[in-house]
Every structure is written in structure tokens, then in C-alpha cells.
């Protein structure tokens, strides 16, 4: 399967990458060219298998529902660029 | 509502749970701390973090499940639903999709008519919340606090078989009210701990498909609920009898216009791509945990009604309305266990004085100075007839202010009950003497005086002349 240049615009908004008009055919071959990499395993028969979403055939361990992480602000955001009463700052954005 | 139309709601509710900690990571999930300082690393989307999972917020979906006689999952998975927005700063949400850890159930309403509905539940799923934004003060941006991000959430989600606001609010009452018995949420809505989100549709009533439905978002309060369904069937239905169609979108309520509006972001966001988290294995759950959790459950609202109707003979309505609360229900049974009066009077104080106190005063029952004990001991007082009801109701509010126990308030303001008949017999003479005309009348015929004689003997005595030996003594005297 190859992906088309629609295809790829409408990625590029989901994923809030900024695309260039030039630069989209590039992407086009290289994002086709792992898709249809990815094709190859349509050949494989899996019938009668479960899907398997994770390597490990074992469940989730669980934690006991307890406090182990204290207050950090401040060190924490050392690497935020924007802040103000302890809050991160953003561009607006109202919905 | 126009009757051309059949109106078709289902429900999402989301219902913080009452963990400590949060669903994948060990931060506090206290409400009204300082701007993120319950926001770690894994909450904060670090590179190099993991989520691991809270049992406590497995076990309280599993009560959930229980308590709507649901399938509970014996794996279920959680999965990445992909959007982006400044709040969520892992570019995604952990939620489930397609093993959610509890299938099914049902809930029982009252219909507008006051019929028992079944309301299915199609699914309740968990996942994490998202932070919050602000948007005053801050020179023209917005700041995020994470500190709500990573607390665990219930979502559960209804069929399409609410048929009006009214059904919608009632559900949602029942839910709220399950949530609380359980004690897996506080339910607080004023926090957000419980809110929904309404799916609205119309159809003629010969239409056999569903409308075009709108998604009315964040609704955090019963009425709005009710208010915000009601508008948006109207804004449908103008719109199909005007010709034009309902576009499918997510609508915001606003509570201080009455009005939904279209939100402007999330059209193009919808497409979530979801699959399962890597970082999360299956949650396998045993039969034998699900069994540990069903012996623990409480007694639920339904059976705890059905209890009060057979054991102390109560209404129907008033059994429905001590129980829709867990710390009510209680409360009526405490007082109910030492009171000597009958049980319905003690119910007709519980939920008429006691509870009128209480939203008077905005108070949570935990928090009210009068106790269990306290009411019983003072409807004691009108069981050994020491005061009248009607003195009771001052008396009450006197215990409500905390001015002390009944006996010590009717010992000091003098209001023990007037029952000894041969003074009782003394004001009603005084009474008759002053009024000649009104018992002449009275004998002549006009009866209805009667209650004018024992309005002028309960003013004689400020109220303390026991009522039912006034009216006895009164009759005997004027014939």
C-alpha cells in the first residue's frame, strides 16, 4: 500500500508537524516505502492466532494505592520556559 | 417538549475515583493543592518514565461492575487515544477501548411517570484525566496546572435509552448515588469529581433510524444537565422542522446564557488513533478476587429500599428518598434504633426538619451539630408526650444551633407539654368566658369554631397544651 500526498497532509495535522509543500513528496516515498515494508506481514497466515499487542505473555503487575512522589515543582521546572504562579505557560487555547 | 418527536439520550458519565494516589503514578490525587505540586515525572509525560498501575483503582471499577451486575473483563487492556492538547502533555491519553474491564449492566430509573426503567449500560472503562487550564490574569495565555493529570477515572457509558432530561438526570442521580455507597468516588460535582457528557438526538416517533446527535460537553450539575438536554432537543428540533439537518458535533453548555455552542477545536481532532499501550500488559483478573470483592459489597440503594419498606413500614417515596443517600440512610437508622416514636414520624423528621436544616446551612451530615442521638433523644421527647410536635420544631432548632440536648432546651425555655387535664380544663373555662359570642355561635351550628378555641387555648399556653386532649376537653365543654 502507498500513501498520497492527502494522506500525508492530514498526518501532518494530527501530529501538529509543520510539512512543507516541498518537502511532502519526499515524505510520501520514504512514510510509503515502511507501509509497504510493513505489507510483507499481510502474507503471513495468522488464523487461529490471538492478537498480541505485547511481547511479554504475562499480566500487569499492580501497585499498592499509596504516596511515593512528593512535591517537585520547583526543580522540576527549571525546564519550563514559561511560568507564573506556578503554572506553565501556553499560548491560549479556549474550547 | 414538541410530541412529534421522540427524543434518544445516552449518558457518559466520568467519576473520579477516591484513590490516594494516582491511576499510573504515586502522586496525590488531593483536590485544591497549590499549581502542580501533585504533578511527578510520569504524570508529566517525562521521557524514560512508566506507568504502573493502581490496584485500588482496578478494585473500585470491579465494585462498579458488580454493583450494575456486569461482566468484569478477566483481561482487559488499556490502550493510547492520540490527540493533542496543552493539558496532556503525553500527547495521549492511557484509556481502554477495545477490553474495557467492565461489560454490560443495567441500572433501574423511574421514567417521568413514575414507572421503574431499565437503563442498559454498555460499557465502564478506566483511564487517566487530563490537567486544567486557566485562562484569566495571565496576559493573554494560558496556564496549565497538572495537577489533576494521571487522577483515575471511571467512565461509564450508557445505551441510547434515556427518552428525556428529566430520565437523564435521574440516572445520573442513581449512578451518583451507587458511586457513593461504593465508596469509590466522592462524587463531588462542584469539584469535578463527577460530570457528563450527554449524547442528544431526535427522531420522528415512525422513524426507525437514530437523528444526527450532538455531544454536549462537561456538564457538572444536575440541572445543568436537565437544562442543557432540554435546550439542545429544542435548538434539533427548529432546525429539522426549519428544513436543515443537525450537524454532528461536540457542543459546550453555557450556564449563564442557557445556550449550547459549537467547540471550535475538536472537529478535526476526533480521529484518536487508538492502539494498545506498550508500556501497560493485560490486567488479568481471577475469579477468585472478583469473589473476595462481591462478598465486600455494601448493601446498594435497591435492596436497602426494599428493607425499609418491609422492616419499618415506611412509604415508598420517603424509603426512596432516605436510601438515594448512604449517609442519610444511615443516619435514619441510628435514629431510628434509640427513637420511640413511630417510624414513619421519624422518617418525616429526618427527611423534613433534619434534612431542610442541613441545605439550609449547606452543611454534609458529618458536619452538623446535631447528631443521631441527639434527634432521637428529642423525639423521645414527643413519644412520652413531655412536648407536642409542634414544640418539637422550635426545640429543634434550638439543638440545631447547639444550644444543648432537648431535655436541657425544654427544662430552661419551660416548655414541658401541659397534659394534666384539670388545668388543661381551667384555660379552656378562661377561653369560654372570654369568648361568649364565638360559643354561642359554635352552639348554633357554626363548627368549624372548634379550631379557633383550641388556636385561643394554645396561645393561653404558648403551644404547650398537649393538642389532641385540647380538642377532647373543648368538644366535651361546649355542648
Same mark, same amino acid.
Given at each position: 500500500?502507498?500513501?498520497?500526498?492527502?494522506?500525508?497532509?492530514?498526518?501532518?495535522?494530527?501530529?501538529?508537524?509543520?510539512?512543507?509543500?516541498?518537502?511532502?513528496?519526499?515524505?510520501?516515498?520514504?512514510?510509503?516505502?515502511?507501509?509497504?515494508?510493513?505489507?510483507?506481514?499481510?502474507?503471513?497466515?495468522?488464523?487461529?492466532?490471538?492478537?498480541?499487542?505485547?511481547?511479554?505473555?504475562?499480566?500487569?503487575?499492580?501497585?499498592?494505592?499509596?504516596?511515593?512522589?512528593?512535591?517537585?515543582?520547583?526543580?522540576?521546572?527549571?525546564?519550563?520556559?514559561?511560568?507564573?504562579?506556578?503554572?506553565?505557560?501556553?499560548?491560549?487555547?479556549?474550547? | 417538549?414538541?410530541?412529534?418527536?421522540?427524543?434518544?439520550?445516552?449518558?457518559?458519565?466520568?467519576?473520579?475515583?477516591?484513590?490516594?494516589?494516582?491511576?499510573?503514578?504515586?502522586?496525590?490525587?488531593?483536590?485544591?493543592?497549590?499549581?502542580?505540586?501533585?504533578?511527578?515525572?510520569?504524570?508529566? #509525560?517525562?521521557?524514560?518514565?512508566?506507568?504502573?498501575?493502581?490496584?485500588?483503582?482496578? +478494585?473500585?471499577?470491579?465494585?462498579?461492575?458488580?454493583?450494575?451486575?456486569?461482566?468484569?473483563?478477566?483481561?482487559?487492556?488499556?490502550?493510547?487515544?492520540?490527540?493533542?492538547?496543552?493539558?496532556?502533555?503525553?500527547?495521549?491519553?492511557?484509556?481502554?477501548?477495545?477490553?474495557?474491564?467492565?461489560?454490560?449492566?443495567?441500572?433501574?430509573?423511574?421514567?417521568?411517570?413514575?414507572?421503574?426503567?431499565?437503563?442498559?449500560?454498555?460499557?465502564?472503562?478506566?483511564?487517566?484525566?487530563?490537567?486544567?487550564?486557566?485562562? /484569566? #490574569?495571565?496576559?493573554?495565555?494560558?496556564?496549565?496546572?497538572?495537577?489533576?493529570?494521571?487522577?483515575?477515572?471511571?467512565?461509564?457509558?450508557?445505551?441510547?435509552?434515556?427518552?428525556?432530561?428529566?430520565?437523564?438526570?435521574?440516572?445520573?442521580?442513581?449512578?451518583?448515588?451507587?458511586?457513593?455507597?461504593?465508596?469509590?468516588?466522592?462524587?463531588?460535582?462542584?469539584? #469535578?469529581?463527577?460530570?457528563?457528557?450527554?449524547?442528544?438526538?431526535?427522531?420522528?416517533?415512525?422513524? @426507525?433510524?437514530?437523528?444526527?446527535?450532538?455531544?454536549?460537553?462537561?456538564?457538572?450539575?444536575? @440541572?445543568?444537565? $436537565?437544562?442543557?438536554?432540554?435546550?439542545?432537543?429544542?435548538?434539533?428540533?427548529?432546525?429539522?422542522?426549519?428544513? #436543515?439537518?443537525?450537524?454532528?458535533?461536540?457542543?459546550?453548555?453555557?450556564?449563564?446564557?442557557?445556550?449550547?455552542?459549537?467547540?471550535?477545536?475538536?472537529?478535526?481532532?476526533?480521529?484518536?488513533?487508538?492502539?494498545?499501550?506498550?508500556?501497560?500488559?493485560?490486567?488479568?483478573? $481471577?475469579?477468585?478476587?472478583?469473589?473476595?470483592?462481591?462478598?465486600?459489597?455494601?448493601?446498594?440503594?435497591?435492596?436497602?429500599?426494599?428493607?425499609?419498606?418491609?422492616?419499618?413500614?415506611?412509604?415508598?417515596?420517603?424509603?426512596?428518598?432516605?436510601?438515594?443517600?448512604?449517609?442519610?440512610?444511615?443516619?435514619?437508622?441510628?435514629?431510628?434504633?434509640?427513637?420511640?416514636? /413511630?417510624?414513619?414520624?421519624?422518617?418525616?423528621?429526618?427527611?423534613?426538619?433534619?434534612?431542610?436544616?442541613?441545605?439550609?446551612?449547606?452543611?454534609?451530615?458529618?458536619?452538623?451539630?446535631?447528631?443521631?442521638?441527639?434527634?432521637?433523644?428529642?423525639?423521645?421527647?414527643?413519644?412520652?408526650?413531655?412536648?407536642?410536635?409542634?414544640?418539637?420544631?422550635?426545640?429543634?432548632?434550638?439543638?440545631?444551633?447547639?444550644?444543648?440536648?432537648? $431535655? +436541657?432546651?425544654?427544662?430552661?425555655?419551660?416548655?414541658?407539654?401541659?397534659?394534666?387535664?384539670?388545668?388543661?380544663?381551667?384555660?379552656?373555662?378562661?377561653?369560654?368566658?372570654?369568648?361568649?359570642?364565638?360559643?354561642?355561635?359554635?352552639?348554633?351550628?357554626?363548627?368549624?369554631?372548634?379550631?379557633?378555641?383550641?388556636?385561643?387555648?394554645?396561645?393561653?399556653? @404558648?403551644?404547650?397544651?398537649?393538642?389532641?386532649?385540647?380538642?377532647?376537653?373543648?368538644?366535651?365543654?361546649?355542648?
Amino acid at each position: 500500500m502507498s500513501l498520497n500526498k492527502e494522506q500525508i497532509k492530514y498526518l501532518a495535522v494530527l501530529s501538529r508537524m509543520d510539512i512543507k509543500e516541498d518537502e511532502i513528496q519526499d515524505v510520501v516515498e520514504k512514510l510509503s516505502s515502511i507501509v509497504e515494508f510493513v505489507d510483507q506481514l499481510q502474507a503471513v497466515t495468522t488464523d487461529g492466532t490471538e492478537p498480541m499487542a505485547h511481547p511479554l505473555a504475562q499480566g500487569q503487575r499492580l501497585r499498592i494505592d499509596e504516596i511515593t512522589e512528593y512535591n517537585e515543582r520547583d526543580k522540576i521546572q527549571l525546564n519550563a520556559k514559561n511560568i507564573n504562579k506556578g503554572m506553565y505557560l501556553v499560548p491560549k487555547v479556549i474550547d | 417538549m414538541n410530541s412529534n418527536w421522540e427524543i434518544v439520550i445516552g449518558l457518559e458519565i466520568h467519576a473520579q475515583l477516591a484513590t490516594s494516589s494516582k491511576i499510573f503514578s504515586g502522586a496525590s490525587t488531593a483536590f485544591g493543592e497549590e499549581p502542580n505540586t501533585q504533578a511527578c515525572l510520569v504524570d508529566l #509525560g517525562y521521557p524514560g518514565t512508566l506507568p504502573v498501575l493502581n490496584q485500588q483503582a482496578i +478494585e473500585m471499577a470491579i465494585r462498579f461492575g458488580l454493583a450494575i451486575d456486569a461482566e468484569i473483563s478477566p483481561r482487559s487492556v488499556f490502550a493510547r487515544k492520540n490527540y493533542f492538547y496543552p493539558d496532556l502533555p503525553k500527547g495521549y491519553q492511557i484509556s481502554q477501548l477495545d477490553l474495557p474491564i467492565v461489560v454490560g449492566g443495567n441500572m433501574n430509573i423511574l421514567d417521568g411517570n413514575g414507572n421503574e426503567k431499565i437503563i442498559g449500560i454498555t460499557r465502564a472503562h478506566l483511564e487517566e484525566d487530563a490537567g486544567k487550564s486557566v485562562h /484569566e #490574569g495571565l496576559d493573554g495565555l494560558s496556564g496549565i496546572d497538572l495537577n489533576r493529570a494521571g487522577t483515575p477515572l471511571l467512565e461509564i457509558v450508557s445505551e441510547p435509552e434515556m427518552s428525556s432530561a428529566k430520565e437523564a438526570v435521574a440516572y445520573m442521580r442513581k449512578i451518583h448515588s451507587i458511586v457513593r455507597y461504593l465508596e469509590i468516588s466522592d462524587g463531588n460535582m462542584q469539584e #469535578g469529581s463527577f460530570r457528563c457528557d450527554a449524547n442528544v438526538s431526535i427522531k420522528r416517533f415512525d422513524q @426507525k433510524e437514530l437523528g444526527i446527535r450532538t455531544e454536549l460537553k462537561n456538564l457538572n450539575s444536575f @440541572k445543568f444537565i $436537565e437544562k442543557a438536554i432540554n435546550h439542545e432537543v429544542m435548538r434539533q428540533i427548529e432546525i429539522i422542522e426549519d428544513g #436543515g439537518t443537525v450537524t454532528q458535533e461536540t457542543r459546550l453548555y453555557d450556564a449563564d446564557l442557557d445556550e449550547t455552542r459549537p467547540m471550535r477545536s475538536k472537529e478535526e481532532a476526533n480521529d484518536y488513533r487508538y492502539f494498545p499501550d506498550p508500556d501497560l500488559l493485560p490486567v488479568i483478573i $481471577e475469579e477468585d478476587y472478583i469473589n473476595e470483592i462481591k462478598a465486600s459489597l455494601p448493601e446498594l440503594p435497591s435492596v436497602k429500599k426494599e428493607r425499609f419498606i418491609d422492616s419499618y413500614n415506611l412509604k415508598s417515596t420517603d424509603a426512596e428518598v432516605l436510601t438515594a443517600s448512604k449517609q442519610l440512610a444511615d443516619f435514619y437508622e441510628a435514629v431510628e434504633k434509640i427513637a420511640n416514636t /413511630e417510624s414513619q414520624i421519624t422518617a418525616n423528621w429526618v427527611i423534613g426538619d433534619y434534612t431542610a436544616a442541613l441545605n439550609r446551612d449547606d452543611l454534609e451530615i458529618k458536619d452538623a451539630k446535631l447528631s443521631a442521638d441527639d434527634l432521637a433523644g428529642l423525639l423521645n421527647k414527643i413519644a412520652d408526650q413531655t412536648i407536642s410536635g409542634k414544640i418539637a420544631k422550635e426545640v429543634f432548632e434550638s439543638m440545631w444551633r447547639g444550644d444543648g440536648s432537648a $431535655e +436541657e432546651i425544654i427544662e430552661k425555655k419551660g416548655l414541658v407539654q401541659i397534659t394534666d387535664d384539670n388545668e388543661i380544663e381551667n384555660i379552656v373555662n378562661q377561653v369560654m368566658e372570654k369568648n361568649p359570642s364565638q360559643v354561642k355561635d359554635y352552639l348554633g351550628g357554626k363548627g368549624q369554631l372548634l379550631g379557633y378555641f383550641v388556636g385561643q387555648v394554645m396561645k393561653e399556653t @404558648k403551644g404547650k397544651a398537649n393538642p389532641k386532649k385540647v380538642n377532647d376537653i373543648l368538644k366535651k365543654k361546649l355542648k
